[in-house]
């Protein structure tokens, strides 16, 4: 456990709804396991949907009120009970808390600390905007904007302490990564590149399936259960399923379970090349210093392609100008749903640089601070 200089408040709510899939849950329980394991935090997430947690946490029971690995479950319900909020209180993503909350806290003899963690983005104005301040008319309550980010003005990304030393442990050991992948029922040959593929539906995999099949060297392509499953159908005529196995050319296709967050990570840890999607997957890509593609989140107005270039603009410094090129097509070919076969030859051909790349940049992004330990700190303070 950390040492702590000064202590932080020790009562912490998070409050999350599930807009859909896995991103806002995966964000929220990372944040309250890392929390509770590294500060000694009491944390009570209230969430809207246990469903979408027991995906990531299949310890997680369908019952209203739990403790899960140390955390406080609650069921958020829609009459909100009269409770005594923490004295930290995280509103995930603007999720709008319980107005009785709100009241309640109002109340409180020592006002709780009240922070919207923002969704992450690798845009300019996300410097400026990190740590401002509203004021909740009604109360005078003040919120606190926390921005993810890819700066060291931002609150940063979150980042166990230990998970540098797990990934590198596991990543300098072959028979931790043999072990792993056949204990998701994997085992692929030697010379094999071998790609996890989590992506939203994309008409762009037939572009690199059809590449994928005509490839040089063998190809195994680990698909975990999920959306793009549907964008394969298409292509094979059905969409496979979990446990499918398909060979075409040089492609093997493997369909796996949804795993737990740890074994995704190590997923990630395993692989060649990552497809990535969402904020919590292209975050654990980045951490996995792994080459990684990321289907950003589509957004209304394209808005989602400017912070594709936003971040593609802070990843490319650094880069040997014709991978940056290739790896931009790559990118925006995917997300675009554009045919992928000529960037993605390009970027293979630059393999070993396009790795060294990786490794750096997960070098930089440690050297910025963790979103975590920047709560932590930000709440020790007065207001
Ligand atoms: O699931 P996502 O697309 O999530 C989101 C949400 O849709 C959200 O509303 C949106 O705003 C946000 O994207 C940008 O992608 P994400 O963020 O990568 O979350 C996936 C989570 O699932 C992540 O915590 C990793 C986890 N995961 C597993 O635990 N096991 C698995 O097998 C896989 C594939 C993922």
Same mark, same amino acid.
């Given at each position: 456990?950390?040492?702590?200089?000064?202590?932080?408040?020790?009562?912490?709510?998070?409050?999350?709804?599930?807009?859909?899939?896995?991103?806002?849950?995966?964000?929220?329980?990372?944040?309250?396991?890392?929390?509770?394991?590294?500060?000694?935090?009491?944390?009570?997430?209230?969430?809207?949907?246990?469903?979408?947690?027991?995906?990531?946490?299949?310890?997680?029971?369908?019952?209203?009120?739990?403790?899960?690995?140390?955390?406080?479950?609650?069921?958020?319900?829609?009459?909100?009970?009269?409770?005594?909020?923490?004295?930290?209180?995280?509103?995930?993503?603007?999720?709008?808390?319980?107005?009785?909350?709100?009241?309640?806290?109002?109340?409180?003899?020592?006002?709780?600390?009240?922070?919207?963690?923002?969704?992450?983005?690798?845009?300019?104005?996300?410097?400026?905007?990190?740590?401002?301040?509203?004021?909740?008319?009604?109360?005078?309550?003040?919120?606190?904007?926390?921005?993810?980010?890819?700066?060291?003005?931002?609150?940063?990304?979150?980042?166990?302490?230990?998970?540098?030393?797990?990934?590198?442990?596991?990543?300098?050991?072959?028979?931790?990564?043999?072990?792993?992948?056949?204990?998701?029922?994997?085992?692929?040959?030697?010379?094999?590149?071998?790609?996890?593929?989590?992506?939203?539906?994309?008409?762009?995999?037939?572009? !690199?399936? &059809?590449?994928?099949?005509? %490839?040089?060297?063998?190809?195994?392509? =680990?698909?975990?259960? *999920?959306?793009?499953? @549907?964008?394969?159908?298409?292509?094979?005529?059905?969409?496979?399923?979990?446990?499918?196995?398909?060979?075409?050319?040089?492609?093997?296709?493997?369909?796996?379970?949804?795993?737990?967050?740890?074994?995704?990570?190590?997923?990630?840890?395993?692989?060649?090349?990552?497809?990535?999607?969402?904020?919590?997957?292209?975050?654990?890509?980045?951490?996995?210093?792994?080459?990684?593609?990321?289907?950003?989140?589509?957004?209304?107005?394209?808005?989602?392609?400017?912070?594709?270039?936003?971040?593609?603009?802070?990843?490319?410094?650094?880069?040997?100008?014709?991978?940056?090129?290739?790896?931009?097509?790559?990118?925006?070919?995917?997300?675009?749903?554009?045919?992928?076969?000529?960037?993605?030859?390009?970027?293979?051909?630059? !393999?070993? &640089?396009?790795?060294?790349? %990786?490794?750096?940049?997960?070098?930089? =992004?440690?050297?910025? *601070?963790?979103?975590? @330990?920047?709560?932590?700190?930000?709440?020790?303070?007065?207001?």
């Amino acid at each position: 456990m950390k040492r702590i200089e000064n202590l932080p408040p020790r009562h912490w709510d998070i409050f999350c709804r599930v807009i859909d899939n896995y991103g806002d849950i995966g964000v929220c329980w990372r944040l309250a396991r890392q929390l509770h394991c590294e500060y000694g935090l009491s944390v009570r997430l209230w969430l809207d949907d246990l469903a979408a947690l027991r995906r990531l946490w299949p310890s997680t029971a369908d019952c209203a009120h739990q403790t899960v690995s140390g955390i406080e479950v609650v069921q958020w319900p829609a009459v909100f009970p009269a409770v005594e909020p923490a004295e930290v209180v995280i509103e995930a993503f603007a999720c709008e808390l319980p107005e009785t909350y709100v009241a309640a806290m109002a109340r409180q003899p020592e006002r709780p600390r009240w922070l919207n963690l923002e969704y992450l983005s690798a845009e300019t104005w996300v410097d400026d905007c990190h740590g401002m301040r509203s004021i909740n008319p009604q109360y005078g309550l003040v919120k606190t904007f926390f921005f993810p980010g890819f700066t060291g003005k931002t609150g940063g990304l979150l980042c166990e302490a230990q998970l540098r030393q797990e990934r590198e442990a596991f990543q300098e050991n072959p028979e931790a990564r043999v072990n792993f992948l056949a204990s998701m029922g994997v085992t692929t040959a030697s010379d094999a590149l071998l790609i996890s593929l989590f992506s939203y539906e994309n008409p762009a995999i037939h572009s !690199l399936v &059809e590449t994928w099949c005509k %490839s040089a060297r063998p190809i195994h392509c =680990l698909v975990p259960e *999920g959306r793009i499953l @549907a964008s394969l159908g298409r292509y094979f005529d059905s969409a496979p399923a979990v446990g499918a196995k398909v060979m075409r050319g040089q492609l093997t296709l493997q369909v796996i379970p949804f795993m737990t967050q740890d074994q995704y990570d190590r997923l990630l840890w395993s692989c060649d090349i990552n497809f990535v999607r969402g904020e919590d997957s292209f975050v654990r890509a980045q951490w996995a210093a792994k080459p990684l593609v990321w289907h950003i989140y589509p957004q209304d107005e394209e808005a989602h392609l400017v912070k594709l270039a936003a971040f593609m603009a802070r990843y490319h410094h650094g880069l040997p100008p014709l991978l940056a090129q290739a790896l931009e097509c790559l990118w925006y070919g995917w997300n675009c749903g554009d045919n992928c076969q000529d960037a993605w030859n390009q970027c293979l051909e630059r !393999l070993s &640089e396009w790795q060294l790349h %990786s490794r750096n940049w997960e070098q930089t =992004l440690n050297s910025l *601070g963790d979103l975590a @330990a920047k709560l932590v700190q930000f709440c020790e303070k007065p207001l």
